[in-house]
C-alpha cells in the first residue's frame, strides 16, 4: 500500500525547487529525494577516478559497483567511499560536470530506476529536471516551479556565499545560462513543463507564500 502521495517539482536551476520541496516533505513528514544530489554524486566519482564523461566503455558496471550511498530524509546526504560528500557535489564545476553526464542515456537509465525504487511507496517529494516528465509521470501532483533569470542567478549566488565560496557573479550567470540551455535541450528527457502540471513562477515571492501556495494544491488531494 502507498505511504501518501508522489509529488514532484520541476523547473531550472535557482527556481527554489530545493528549498520548497524540502518545506514540503518536512509540512507532510514525507522523504524528500534530490535527484540533482544523485546527478551531482556520480559527476564527484566521476572527477575522482579521472573519467571522462564520454566513457561508454563498461559504464553500467561502473555504476552499478559504484561506492556510493545516497540517504533521504529531510536532506539528501551523499556517501562515497565511506565519505560525507554532502557538502562537496555543491560546488560549480560539479554543477556543470553533473549537467553534461545527465546527457548520457546510460547514467540517465542507472539513475531513473534509483529514484523509482526510492519513490515507489509514495509519501514522497521528488525534485529535479524530469521527476514528472520522465520518473513519475503519473505522479499524484507534479508542479514546476520557475522564476526570471536575473532573481534566479541572485538567488544562487547567495546560497553559494553563504556556503563560503569564492564566486563571480557573471561567471555565475553564464554557467547557468549555459546548464538551462543544456538540460532543456537535451535529447534525452529534457527539463520541460511535465504534462499536467501546476505551472508557478516564484519571482518576488518569499519561501513562505510559495511553499503555502504548493501545500494549498496538495491539501485538495491529500
Ligand atoms: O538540481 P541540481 O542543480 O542539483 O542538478 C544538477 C544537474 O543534474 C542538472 O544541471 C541536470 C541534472 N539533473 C537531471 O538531469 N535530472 C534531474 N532529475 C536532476 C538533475
Known amino acids: 500500500m502507498k505511504k501518501g502521495l508522489i509529488i514532484t517539482i520541476d523547473g531550472?536551476?535557482?527556481?527554489?525547487?530545493?528549498?520548497?520541496?524540502?518545506?514540503?516533505?518536512?509540512?507532510?513528514?514525507?522523504?524528500?529525494?534530490?535527484?540533482?544530489?544523485?546527478y551531482r554524486g556520480v559527476a564527484y566519482a566521476f572527477k575522482h577516478y579521472g573519467l571522462s564523461d564520454?566513457?561508454?566503455?563498461?559504464?553500467?558496471?561502473?555504476l552499478k559497483g559504484l561506492p556510493i550511498e545516497f540517504h533521504f530524509e529531510n536532506n539528501a546526504v551523499v556517501i562515497f567511499n565511506g565519505c560525507d560528500i554532502t557538502e562537496d557535489i555543491r560546488t560549480p564545476e560539479i554543477s556543470m560536470l553533473a549537467s553534461k553526464l545527465s546527457q548520457n542515456r546510460t547514467v540517465r537509465e542507472f539513475l531513473t530506476q534509483?529514484?523509482?525504487?526510492?519513490?515507489?511507496?509514495?509519501g514522497v517529494v521528488l525534485e529535479g529536471r524530469d521527476t514528472g516528465s520522465v520518473v513519475f509521470p503519473n505522479a499524484d501532483i507534479k508542479f514546476f516551479l520557475d522564476a526570471h533569470d536575473e532573481e534566479r542567478v541572485k538567488r544562487r549566488f547567495?546560497?553559494?556565499?553563504?556556503?563560503?565560496?569564492?564566486?563571480?557573479?557573471?561567471?555565475?550567470?553564464?554557467?547557468?545560462?549555459?546548464?538551462?540551455?543544456?538540460?532543456?535541450?537535451?535529447?534525452?528527457?529534457?527539463?520541460?513543463i511535465p504534462d499536467g502540471a501546476?505551472?508557478?513562477d516564484t519571482t518576488g515571492l518569499d519561501i513562505?507564500?510559495?511553499?503555502?501556495?504548493?501545500?494549498?494544491?496538495?491539501?485538495?488531494?491529500?
Open 114 to 122: 534509483k529514484q523509482r525504487e526510492e519513490g515507489a511507496s509514495g
Open 198 to 200: 501546476i505551472y508557478i
Open 54 to 62: 564520454k566513457t561508454e566503455n563498461g559504464l553500467e558496471d561502473f
Open 158 to 192: 547567495l546560497e553559494l556565499k553563504t556556503k563560503g565560496m569564492d564566486l563571480n557573479m557573471e561567471q555565475l550567470k553564464a554557467e547557468m545560462k549555459k546548464r538551462d540551455k543544456d538540460d532543456s535541450e537535451r535529447e534525452i528527457a529534457p527539463l520541460k
Open 208 to 222: 513562505d507564500t510559495v511553499t503555502e501556495k504548493l501545500l494549498s494544491y496538495i491539501r485538495e488531494r491529500l
Open 12 to 38: 531550472p536551476s535557482g527556481a527554489g525547487k530545493s528549498t520548497i520541496a524540502k518545506r514540503i516533505a518536512e509540512r507532510l513528514n514525507y522523504r524528500y529525494i534530490d535527484t540533482g544530489a544523485m
